[in-house]
């Protein structure tokens, strides 16, 4: 297993199960995210038999980075997992730190029609040691500390429940990278019963509807999860989730040329979201060359916006970053994977 996986109370209980005293767990851990050593050979204060056992049952495989781009305040990493797989992601400076958005699959099944993620299928998905260490290459590469994390990279997170919920267990850790529960984003195309267990999760972690329409008609022709589970079932849960949790929840919604982007669209959404704690966050669309879809010009994001502001929601735009560095989600390793 790769130790990077583990929560420490699964290494407490490994510990126990061999006869271990439990408290070697915070230790490890120490070693791992505070001191960031990758060998339990320099792990000091841990004994020789306890340095062996761990040597037999744990592995330190990283990721590989197979390319870097930059542009300005964001950076797009492509890296190559242990079986040669490929995933990215993306570092973005805000005003109040960095923010690196993930990838928890390897593909993605979901098929919305805008997004470069879903031309290149679903492989499988991402272990837990996965998502974490593309956190950890990030901040050695560029020696920085990462605050905020966003899962909207590759994949669909509530596809890969249990891995992303293991994953955020152990950054939230104060004795792993110590990332706080308000300073993660779970983004979801809307797959209803997952967002009903997750309001059953312990942790205050920010959830995020990829919305991108305000009825059925437009959704069912750009999203495929709108078959499945329909706009008025995901507002729904969305309803639930918010009275259960009483945390305002994020309508992201990317505007798209002459599709979903216009006044009468601005006021539907107005309607379909009045009364819900939310707030919408307009995203400029990223075009890409293998998709035909183009986005919103500056006015037309302007009057959507408006719009929304006058039927009194709250609403965001969404500040562009790297329109020079593949920027839309799976562009740099759907580009990647065509040049080789």
Not at 89 to 98: E, I, P, Q, R
Not at 207 to 215: E, F, G
Not at 285 to 305: M, R
Request: net charge positive.
């Amino acid at each position: 297993m790769n130790i990077y996986g583990q929560t420490i109370k699964d290494l407490e209980n490994y510990f126990l199960n061999n006869n271990m005293k439990p408290f070697k767990a915070k230790q490890v851990y120490e070693w791992l995210y505070q001191k960031r050593v990758n060998d339990f050979h320099s792990m000091h204060n841990l004994s020789k038999e306890t340095i062996q056992l761990l040597n037999s049952d744990y592995k330190f495989d990283k990721l590989k980075i197979l390319k870097k781009l930059k542009d300005i305040d964001v950076y797009k990493y492509l890296f190559e997992l242990s079986d040669k797989n490929k995933i990215e992601a993306v570092l973005m400076n805000h005003d109040y730190g960095f923010s690196l958005c993930i990838s928890t699959q390897v593909g993605c099944n979901m098929g919305c029609r805008f997004c470069e993620s879903g031309r290149l299928k679903k492989v499988r998905n991402l272990l837990p040691h996965e998502m974490v260490l593309q956190i950890l290459e990030i901040e050695q590469d560029l020696n920085i500390r990462i605050s905020h994390i966003v899962l909207m990279g590759i994949g669909e997170p509530f596809d890969n429940y249990d891995n992303v919920i293991k994953f955020i267990d152990i950054i939230n850790d104060p004795k792993s990278l110590a990332i706080g529960s308000r300073h993660i984003t779970i983004s979801t195309c809307g797959i209803v019963p997952k967002i009903k267990e997750f309001m059953n999760y312990d942790k205050q972690v920010n959830l995020a509807i990829s919305l991108h329409a305000p009825n059925n008609e437009i959704r069912n022709k750009i999203m495929n999860i709108n078959k499945a589970y329909p706009i008025e079932e995901v507002i729904k849960a969305v309803k639930e989730y918010v009275d259960k949790t009483h945390r305002r929840i994020t309508f992201e919604y990317i505007m798209l040329k002459g599709i979903n982007d216009s006044v009468e669209n601005a006021n539907q959404l107005a309607q379909l979201i009045r009364n819900i704690n939310c707030y919408v966050n307009l995203i400029p669309y990223n075009e890409t060359s293998h998709i035909e879809y183009k986005k919103t010009n500056k006015e037309g994001i302007l009057k959507f916006y408006d719009a929304l502001k006058k039927a009194k929601i709250n609403v965001t735009i969404r500040r562009e970053f790297g329109s020079k560095v593949s920027a839309a989600c799976g562009q740099l390793r759907s580009n990647y994977e065509e040049d080789i």
